[in-house]
């Protein structure tokens, strides 16, 4: 069975605007499994997020928030068809005026698509989607009581393929 063992060590945050520093990030993920039939993945992310500044009596702090995630997924895939589930979570260390609060995000994700082959003009196939999604947000407030926001999410779509291959080329409507 295929297996793929991937880490990184970093000093940065933010992807567009970049932000290097001395902070260490950690991550790690393996996959196990062939790109057709069953397969999955873990992942682990350990570091800091971008810098937050609080006001405060007297001044504004600055400082950085401790930053854990973890994900896992599960698929299946054929010629045909693609069927894939996830799950991750997100902690994130806010540091307040008395003491830190911890937020914790859950998410989680299934979805599915069915490939028909078309030769017609300029698409190439014809793929209807599926997918739900929910999320469940939680927080400790400064009192210390637990503030939680849940929401689901179903959308259906269908993807029109410019190329040979999915998810190279295609226009999508939902």
Known sequence: MPFKFTAGLFNGTEAANPVWDKGVNLIGRIDIGAKKGFGGAVSHYNGEAPSVTRAEAGGFTSYRPSLVMWGAELRYNSDRYIIEGEVGQRRLGIETTNGRKLQKLLAAMVQGYYIFPVDKGAYRFVVPTLRWDKVNDAEDNE?????????????????????EKILKAEVRWN
Request: charged share 0%; no cysteine; aromatic share 4%.
């Open 143 to 163: 009192q210390g009581a637990l503030t939680a926001v849940s929401a689901q999410l179903a959308t259906a779509g269908v993807h029109f393929g410019l190329v």
